[in-house]
């Protein structure tokens, strides 16, 4: 049932035999649920998001074919827990279906009435060449470069009363931002202030620097 993309390694060759029998091959040979994922090759980089369309494709697919449906959801519950790392509750889930695996795995295994399964081991792990995707995550993501303080300095102003005062400013700092603080701080309306650098008026958006 299914087949994989690709090819694998270590021993799985003797497990992947595709199609579908009924009471045959098991022998009432049954071993406990392996550790170990099976490591394989696919024939061409995959994404994540490849890897899940195609995992997808297979378990909405399976069903149809041999099989009961209760148990392609215990094997479909068995994968992803084994491949979370949580052996025990994978083996638990197998058990409770009375799944049984004559090569400890789950790439072919049986149930009670002697139907046949076989998972693909795209199913199982994601490939030795898998493309990760955290390159299209948000840049967001990312650090951001630190920021360079702003460099501040006291700015003398003479008002047209003849009162000498000082405002906190910086390079950055525009003409409108100057007139704001002015007004917080001797509540003068912005709108009625007229700056004057050297005689000359500036403007709104010009610079302290100006």
């Keep these: 049932m299914g087949g994989c993309v690709g090819r694998y390694w270590e021993g799985w060759e003797d497990t992947q035999s595709r199609g579908s029998s009924r009471n045959g091959g098991r022998g009432g040979r049954n071993e ?7 490591k394989w090759k696919s024939d061409y980089p995959m994404t994540e998001g490849q890897l899940r369309s195609k995992r997808d494709e297979f378990w909405d697919t ?3 074919f041999e099989g009961r449906k209760e148990i392609w959801d215990a094997l479909k519950a068995a994968a992803v827990a084994l491949e979370c790392n949580d052996h025990e509750l994978a083996q638990a889930i197998v058990d409770g279906a009375s799944i049984t695996l004559p090569h400890g795995t789950l790439t072919e295994c049986y149930d009670e009435l002697g139907n046949r399964y076989q998972l693909p081991v795209y199913c199982l792990a ?9 390159s299209d995550e948000d840049p967001s993501d990312s650090p951001e470069p630190p920021v360079a303080p702003k ?15 000082r405002l906190s400013a910086s390079m950055a700092d525009t003409i409108g931002q100057l007139k ?31």
């Design 151 to 165: 460099k501040e300095f006291q700015l003398k102003v003479r008002l047209s009363t003849g009162k000498d005062l």
């Design 126 to 134: 994601p490939p030795v060449n898998l493309i990760s995707e955290r």
């Design 62 to 64: 399976a069903p149809a």
């Design 180 to 210: 704001k603080q002015l007004q917080a701080q001797e509540d003068i309306d912005a709108a009625h202030q007229r700056w004057f650098f050297s005689a000359s008026c500036s403007r709104q958006d010009a610079a302290a620097r100006h």
């Design 32 to 38: 406990p649920l392996k550790k170990d994922r099976p």
